[in-house]
């Protein structure tokens, strides 16, 4: 500051270096905002579920299993640890699945030995995120009908306890497998919808 | 000051200039055949500001190659098939998978206006070590050379006649051949002792009723593959200038006249319209379900890898000999092959039906007999679009998962027939035939089931199946099923309104 009154008109006369200046800014502007680029992969912000989803209610929940002859699954209603979280519900119900049914006749259509870990739920996409034990592949008796009732059970379960929940992705020691049995293509989060 | 008016005019050209210069002044890439002749001009482009890596249009770059590709969009994942190999990509990833070979990339491969585009790099260390003998990459002259220079059959030209097409097959001096034709709409031409660019003599098109030439280096022998139009009759040959060309005369059947009147272009994306004709049964695909580390399912003894490769083997002669078709068998080994591989071989076999054999399992021994499976008419808003858009033209990619939407009436047609058939012949209980995502299903560009032929889980299924006697009956009832279903399709083909050409959206064609 040297004390001069400002004049108005010098502050629109740049000199010529602060015009290329300006214009390489400009341009340089511009080309970050359009030039081409690398498309980002979807994020999957894996969240550990919260309180904010509603499940089902406490102590109470659809389970599904097989039938004695694999034609079809079956449901029952178990109490189940009511949990305050979504996560806690979650792995509540898919330990009641992994207990002995009391239909006659029905059978576990989760390997016993698979246990599940961790659950995440992605909100922005609906998406559960269910981290098993490696007996979930390694223990699977194979066979297209046993593999689709494990994920058919899953899926079922998922949909009658979470409605907010729309896809499930397996994981098995935090990564998604191709396959658990050889048919079916696990490596995508499966659409609820299309397994009801 | 005269210049202080101009300034930022002369700036703001200068800055364009220097960035247009930037972004754009990529060279091309040039595909050539040892012989100098170019065989395609690619453009390639700087994608990433911070590195001076060139790109290329991987469709270009296929197209130009004659290279399979397979795209998933789910995954993002483009498989390149150069000879035997598949080299696997994926969007925004540096890793390259081929084989049980893992290269990592500088930088990544990119998603660019529906093009997945590939860096220079790739085709440096991955794609050109596997074209073959002789080809190389020169990263400085961007000159990708595909094949050895001293080659035996030189070129492949064509020409209309009166009664269809000519063939010309030049070489280099005379050689021994054979010309036949391994199915209706294909032409084989295998020329001894001869060697080849197989990309070079790659063409399109050379003359009527040939719609592809393709050309591969089997030991010492080349060979050549003509894909013909429906309308093609029957061929002769003979060879001229002292044996130095081969002449592949080519005439129109009697039903073909009609056909060539409408005659026009087809694409890739005709994949999905008529890769598999109703009235072409002419090679059965056979899929032995497993193998290798993946086992299956066990019970009794028996492991379901074994089981399904030994009917396989069993089924492939008899079906030859029955039904006078070729029958082609995914794995003949005990091999680990991806569904993606198995549906892949299939369509590359251009095969007229899929049957993927399997044995079944579950957690109580009494459930048990055969299970048919075909997959579901998939009405997702994706399917839906990705059909449109390789109808419109807009993408020449076939999405995997919808190769196999236009088959799945006829899927479920032979699905039923084969479950109502194989429980009396097999001697064991019927489960009908079921809708289900199977995912070797869902590539195969032609009518696919999934065939359990029982339990090994139950005592009784794992019995019968183990019985020497079995695989003969399957054969059998396969056997008796296919003539059926290939009768039935020629009927619904000559007619109005067939099953198989309902499509997703419900049209017609």
Same mark, same amino acid.
């Given at each position: ?196 | ?34 012989? #100098? ?205 002292? #044996? ?266």
């Amino acid at each position: 500051m040297n004390g001069d009154a400002p004049n108005p008109r010098r502050g629109l006369r740049l000199p010529g270096l602060q015009w290329f200046v300006a214009a390489l800014l400009l341009l340089l502007g511009a080309w970050l905002l359009f030039s081409p680029r690398a498309i980002e992969p979807p994020e999957a912000p894996l969240a550990t579920a919260g309180d904010a989803s509603a499940g089902a209610a406490p102590g109470s929940a659809t389970v599904y299993f097989g039938d004695r002859l694999g034609r079809a699954l079956v449901s029952e209603r178990r109490d189940v640890v009511a949990g305050s979280t979504l996560e806690a519900r979650v792995k509540g119900v898919v330990a009641a699945m992994a207990e002995e049914p009391e239909t006659q006749g029905a059978v576990r259509v989760l390997p016993p030995a698979a246990r599940l870990g961790r659950v995440f739920h992605d909100a922005d996409s609906a998406t559960l995120y269910l981290d098993f034990s490696p007996e979930l592949v390694t223990q699977h008796p194979g066979g297209s009908t046993a593999e689709w009732a494990t994920l058919a059970a899953l899926a079922r379960t998922v949909s009658a306890n979470f409605p907010e929940i729309a896809r499930l992705q397996l994981l098995v020691d935090g990564q998604p497998v191709e396959t658990l049995a050889g048919h079916f293509d696990t490596s995508q989060p499966l659409d609820l919808a299309t397994w009801q | 000051m005269v210049w202080r008016p101009v300034a930022p005019a002369l700036a703001l050209w200068s800055a364009v200039v220097l960035w247009s210069s930037w972004a754009h002044a990529a060279s091309d890439l040039r595909v050539r055949a040892a012989a #100098g002749r170019v065989l395609a001009t690619l453009p390639t482009e700087r994608l990433l500001p911070d590195s001076d890596e060139l790109y290329v249009s991987a469709n270009g770059l296929a197209e130009a190659l004659d290279l399979d590709r397979f795209w998933k969009p789910e995954t993002r994942k483009l498989v390149l098939k150069a000879g035997d190999r598949r080299i696997q990509v994926t969007v925004d990833a540096r890793l390259v998978l081929d084989g049980d070979t893992e290269t990592l990339l500088r930088v990544p491969v990119l998603y660019k206006r529906g093009n997945v585009m590939l860096p220079i790099e790739f085709i440096e260390r991955c794609l050109a070590p596997r074209l073959g003998e002789g080809a190389r990459f020169d990263r400085a002259t961007l000159d990708l050379v595909t094949g050895p220079a001293d080659v035996d059959v030189l070129a492949v030209d064509g020409e209309p006649v009166a009664t269809g097409g000519r063939i010309r097959v030049r070489l280099a001096h005379a050689l021994r051949f054979r010309a036949e034709t391994t199915s209706k709409q294909m032409l084989r031409l295998q020329v001894s002792d001869a060697r080849l660019d197989p990309v070079a003599i790659a063409a399109e098109r050379p003359a009527p009723l040939v719609r592809l030439v393709r050309a591969e280096q089997r030991g010492r022998d080349a060979v050549l593959y003509f894909e013909l139009e429906p309308e093609f009759g029957l061929f002769t040959s003979r060879a001229e200038d002292d #044996g130095r060309t081969i002449v592949l005369d080519l005439q129109r059947g009697a039903a073909g006249a009609a056909a060539a009147a409408s005659n026009r272009t087809p694409m890739l994306r005709d994949l999905v319209d008529t890769s598999t004709t109703q009235d072409s049964f002419d090679v059965v695909v056979i899929d032995p379900g497993h193998g290798g580390f993946d086992r299956g399912a066990q019970g009794a003894g028996l492991e379901e890898k074994a089981v399904t490769l030994q009917l396989a083997q069993a089924l492939q002669p008899v079906l030859e000999r029955e039904l006078g078709v070729r029958v082609i068998l995914v794995r003949n080994g005990d091999e680990t092959l991806s569904a993606e591989s198995r549906a892949e071989l299939a369509n590359r076999a251009q095969g007229d039906v899929f049957i993927s054999l399997h044995c079944d399992a579950w957690h109580d021994p009494a459930a048990g007999g055969i299970d048919v499976s075909y997959a579901p008419l998939d009405r997702s808003a994706g399917a839906d679009a990705a059909l449109a858009s390789i109808r419109r033209g807009v993408t020449d990619f076939l999405p995997w998962t919808t190769a196999h939407l236009p088959y799945v009436a006829r899927s479920q047609q032979l699905a039923e027939l084969l479950a109502a058939e194989l429980p009396a012949r097999l001697d064991l209980p019927g489960r009908g035939a079921r809708p289900a995502e199977l995912e070797v299903l869902q590539g195969v560009a032609m009518p696919a089931v999934m065939l359990e032929v029982g339990f090994l889980t139950n005592a009784g299924d794992a019995q019968a199946i183990n019985d020497p006697e079995f695989a003969a009956r399957l054969a059998a009832g396969v056997g008796a099923v296919l003539r059926t279903f290939r009768d039935e399709s020629r009927a619904a083909g000559s007619g109005s309104g067939a099953p198989g050409n309902a499509t997703p959206n419900g049209e017609s064609r």
